[in-house]
């Protein structure tokens, strides 16, 4: 099967788009959202994620704890959560819709035009995936710089830097929106598939059916009265 140009942008935008949500579930998973370096002991280090926090000492092991209560984290990290489990949904479902308005599936029910519609919803929320990703990712490391050039914190506190989690964060938020920006412009190639005088084929002539062969005799047939006569 030959793949159009519009087929070719679906799929890349198909692929981007698992890409990167595949990257946002792993970023939410990941305790590595903030690190913490002790001058003190450098062998320890402190990792702060969305769920838990650890403690990853060299040649000993990683101790993690979840979180008792989702009120007592910080702001930042309440609005995180919510909106990371909002990009799973949102993306998901963008992927969804996207494959069922691909050229790649075939159903004869489903009209060309109304794929197309499906496939540009499900940009659309691909593109709304990402900036539910980038938002809270961008929001944790903006709280993280502003706490580690706070003036009225002693330079003795160790201070929280970023963790691997942000900038895989980052990519895939990157990787949403190029795949629903791709989705959105394969909705938008050619013409709406309505077939026009001009393009349709030539119609075949009427068929009749065949004569019968005369052979030369007449028949008289009788002519109806005149009802008013």
């Given amino acids: 099967m030959a793949w159009s140009f519009r087929g070719t942008v679906q799929l890349a935008g198909l692929l981007l788009s698992l890409l990167g949500w595949v990257c946002s579930c792993v970023t939410t998973a990941l305790p590595q959202w903030k690190t913490l370096n002790l001058e003190l002991n450098e062998m320890e280090t402190w990792i702060m994620g969305l769920w838990e926090v650890c403690v990853n000492q060299e040649e000993v092991a ?38 069922f308005g691909s050229e790649c599936f075939q159903f ?25 990703t980038l938002f809270p990712v961008s929001w944790v490391a903006y709280a993280t710089i502003q706490d580690f050039w706070d003036d009225s914190v002693p330079e003795i506190v160790p201070r929280w830097e970023f963790g691997d989690a942000l900038f895989l964060g980052w990519a895939a938020g990157i990787f949403l929106a190029l795949g629903g920006l791709l989705l959105i412009f394969s909705s938008c190639l050619g013409k709406e598939d309505v077939p026009s005088p001009r393009m349709t084929g030539p119609t075949a002539p009427p068929s009749y059916a065949p004569a019968e062969e005369f052979d030369g005799s007449f028949y008289l047939t009788p002519r109806p009265k005149n009802l008013f006569i």
Avoid: Y
């Fill in 108 to 132: 004869h029910r489903i009209s060309h035009v109304f794929k197309r519609r499906l496939c540009l919803l499900g940009g659309t929320l691909e593109a709304s995936a990402s900036a539910t």
């Fill in 62 to 99: 990683t101790v993690c704890k979840a979180f008792e209560s989702f009120l007592s984290l910080p702001q930042e990290l309440q609005v995180s959560r919510v909106l990371m489990v909002a990009s799973h949904g949102l993306g998901l479902l963008g992927l969804l819709l996207s494959v």
